[in-house]
């Protein structure tokens, strides 16, 4: 059963141990509300009902580096109704700098009801299907009142807009909805708005920091303003460490099945595939931000007989490489090749030659061309002659989502398989908790080996996504991970509903989504922040990593060195990660010059 009561553990958040008595909330006696630190990236959920514990923590601190996203968290709770709440955050400062309040983000964390499945929520390799519903806290909201939950019918309703009159109403996103269409307008506020909390009840607050590129090393100390009419305001402490390096790439690609496409129209709708270009530049952005440096890509060339497909071609690499997608590999993942009599090589030669050239005007050094998708040991056999026509006549890579069977080799057939494979294919997807053996195996070969479905994306689990898409593949040896999929629709409808099961979908499976569109934009998740950790989380490793290289070649430093390479060699992601974070930056500081 998940955990739904809020842990007195509270006290260590990201970064360091809360212990300084003086640093802590001020707030007058008569205040009707009490604020408390809360844990951040966890499975344990806060909701409405949840207590807090008076050991909790009554300050916020968390420790960074210059360019990274950080979060905390706390919680509010009234002893009486509180209308308008509101809630902001000063600039903070240090002995040498500055860092200004608008790189600090506050969102309302939202609780509604989903279809998830409390006996078995997800499984590896499996999709999920709609259970529940389930009150769970997901979405990191600036307006409350975007989604109005029903707690007695445990329904959910969401605000849209009529695109031709924009007349606001709340639609049913609880089951089918014959008038929850994908045309609607969605829109959060730009900014988080005063919010109403019944007495008794908690309201979860999330804070994410970017810290700018260029801060200076040190701890910026400001406060976060939480008030609301006819009381004085409780002022809750916000301390930030910042440390006196910069983060390294990570050592595993970051990628995700990004679906989304320009549609060529600046009429936006809320779907999985089409975007008009504000909607793609903002997930871009979101991407990009979330540490997803290599996502997918879906846009769709027209076969090459479509010059405004090609035009939405060229401006998705451009679009591309000014949100900072990383352009060195691009992975593409909607032209199928089968060969013929199902597909015409000239054609590919032509299509895909065109792509390869135009990607490599925008910087990219490897054309990697997906598919079949999840291919068994019958239908990869069927394609080894269409990918050496790729890799032979066209210069593109393959890569896929395959069943082991392609390369366990457990039978002469299969041994013999995978030796052709292993010549025509260059990075294979496995599904499922990460296989040493498997990585040792592909890396012999001389393949990479990524990872996805350990779980599909969208579940409501923030810990096991920082895990499972962090060390925890760094361990096993694997080059990268492409989770399935930042938004994927199996509904009859829109990805914020969760029950809008098809008629011909026998098993009803769940709507994959790590963020949520929206007409402008998108909504973010807890789930979403969770897999930004594990990307940073293996960026303080590579950083480590590069330290350890550098001090081995100071003989001064070189013994203390291959100690800590010893210390990295016994890492086990399975324990507390945000204490292992803490080890990996005071193993880094000790091989910093001048810091021994």
Known sequence: MRKTVYSASVALVTGFLICCESAVAQAPKDTPFIVRAAPTITNDWILPTSSIPKTAAQALSLAACPGEYEPVSFVVMPSRDIEGLTVSCSDLTSADGMIGAEAIEIKLVKCWYQGYDLAKPWEPWGAQEVKGPVLLPELLVNDDDLVRVDHEKKQNRLRVADPKTGEARYEDISGNNPGLTKELLIRDADTLQPVNVPAGQVRQFWVTVRVPDDASAGTYEGKITVRCEGSSDVLLPLRLGVHPFKLARSVVVHSIYYRGQLSGSDDPIIHDNSKTEEQYKAELRNLVAHGIDSPLCYQPTGDGESPAAMDRMRRMFQLRKEAGINMDRFFYCAWGYSGPPQDEPELTRRVLGEMLE???????????????????????????????????????????????????GKTPARRELWNQVKEVVHLLIAGGAPNPEWAKRLHEAGLLIFNYANPQCGIEEPLTYRRNCGLLLWKAGYDGVTNYAYQATFGGQIMWNDFDIRADDKRGYRDHVMAYATSNGVVDTLQWEGRREAVDDLRYLSTLLEKIEVAKKDPARRGRAREIEKWVAAIDPSGDLDELRRGIVAKILELLPGME
């Open 358 to 408: 135009l990607s490599r005007s925008f910087g990219s050094r490897e054309f990697f061309n997906y598919g079949p998708d999840e291919a068994g040991p019958e239908q990869t056999q069927r394609q080894i002659e269409p990918w050496t026509f790729l890799r032979d006549e066209i210069g593109v890579k393959t890569y896929l989502a395959a069943s082991p069977q392609v390369w366990e």
